[in-house]
Each structure stands twice: as C-alpha cells, then as structure tokens.
C-alpha cells in the first residue's frame, strides 16, 4: 500500500504554479520568519518588487509547503523564485545580494 502523505493536492499544485507567473519574483514566506525578512530585504536594497505569499494563515499552509518541497527539495520558507526559477532561501538570496549575482539575474 502507498502512502497518501506524499500525494499532492493538485488544487494547490495548481495555486503555487500560477502564483509563480503573477510576478518576476515570487517568495513564499511567513511574515514572522527571519530568514524571510532576511530574502525580502535583499529585494527591497534592489528596488524589486516582489510577490510575497504569506502561508501561515492559510488553510493549506502544509500542502503549500508540501509542493515547494515537491519543487524545490525543502519545504522551508522562504522559497524565493525569480521568472519561476527557485533561488533560494534566505541565506542563499542574501548571498547572492552581497557577491552581485542577484542583480545579475533580474536583469
């Protein structure tokens, strides 16, 4: 028998590819996670506007959290994503800010 946990609900399979396209740069994020503020500051030093998905309140919040690690291999946040491509978490995003490489790839 297999296991039902690892089974994603394509509804929110669904949320989370169409949210992806709304903006060049998406990040799923809970709005008292450090790490997030960390990845969010990163754009905002850039001038970036950015699309930030705050799950903790939500209902699916875990099977949110479930198709990023589907996605991404985490289900960590944040998860940042640029032209749909993920990045990063926080440390990740932030490092790209401090060698220039994310400039680099919102141009």
Known sequence: MGSTSTKLNPVVEEFVKNS????????FSKSYCPYCKIAKDQFKKLNVDYL???IENRPDCNEIQSV???????KTVPRVFIDGRFIGGGDQVKKLYE?????????
């Open 68 to 74: 990023l690690g589907s996605i991404t291999g985490a």
């Open 52 to 54: 930030a998905i705050e």
């Open 20 to 27: 992806l396209n709304q903006q060049r740069v998406v990040i």
């Open 99 to 107: 060698t220039g490489e994310l400039a680099k790839l919102l141009n």
